[in-house]
Structure formats: C-alpha cells, structure tokens
C-alpha cells in the first residue's frame, strides 16, 4: 500500500520560512519522480516544484523560483521542501506527489498539509 504523508505545515509571517516533509512507504522511492504542488482556496491544484529521477534536476514554477527549494533523501524515502521569503499568496494546502519514472502514468498523493502565510 502506497503512503505518502506530508508534515511541516503550519502558520508563518510573511518573510518566513517552513520546511515541508513527505515521508514515502509501500514505493520504491528512488525510481520515482517527486513533485509538490499546492492548491489555494477557490483555486486550481498547481505544481510547484519537481525532482527529477535518477537525476535530480529540478523544475520549478515561477512563482517560487529563488524562494524555495525541492530536495530528496533516497535513503529515507523522504522528500522535502524549504520554503523562504513566504508570501501571502503562497497559502495552500501542499500535497506531495509521486510518479514512476517508466512505469504507467499513475500518480500517488498524500493527504496535503496547511501552510498560512499571514501577519
């Protein structure tokens, strides 16, 4: 049974900086590409960030760039986010998200975790 769960979620001043968790079981987690995405109120689910496997590069959407970062721990079937300087409009709920690297395009998410950006 596949288990992605989020953590590190919370509420942050604007300029601020959280470090989200997605710990993986049930996969194997190396041959996985892992992404974030985050989905505001009223608003779409958008991705904010990938990492690519086996080789670590990384895509991010605009809005983050230079803010936050995507990382992975292979060995602890982890991934993680830093986020600084965070913004209003970075509020959401962020949900990791996993998908084989050559197997059929089946996406596993985790349950989401709240981030509030707010003064």
């Known amino acids: 049974q596949v288990q992605l769960v989020e953590s590190g979620g919370g509420l942050v001043q604007p300029g601020g900086s959280l470090r989200l968790s997605c710990a993986a079981s049930?996969?194997?987690?190396?041959?996985?590409?892992m992404s974030w995405y985050r989905q505001a109120p009223g608003k779409e689910r958008e991705l904010v960030a990938r990492?690519?496997?086996?080789?670590?590069?990384?895509a991010y959407a605009d809005s983050v760039k230079g803010r936050f970062t995507i990382s992975r721990d292979n060995a602890k079937n982890t991934l993680y986010l830093q986020m600084n300087s965070l913004k209003p409009e970075d509020t959401a709920v962020y949900y990791c998200?996993?998908?084989?690297?050559?197997?059929?395009?089946?996406?596993?998410w985790g349950q989401g975790t709240q981030v509030t950006v707010s003064s």
């Open positions: 049930g996969i194997t987690f190396s041959v996985y590409h």
């Open positions: 998200n996993a998908r084989h690297r050559s197997g059929p395009p089946i996406d596993y």
């Open positions: 990492i690519i496997s086996p080789s670590g590069s990384t």
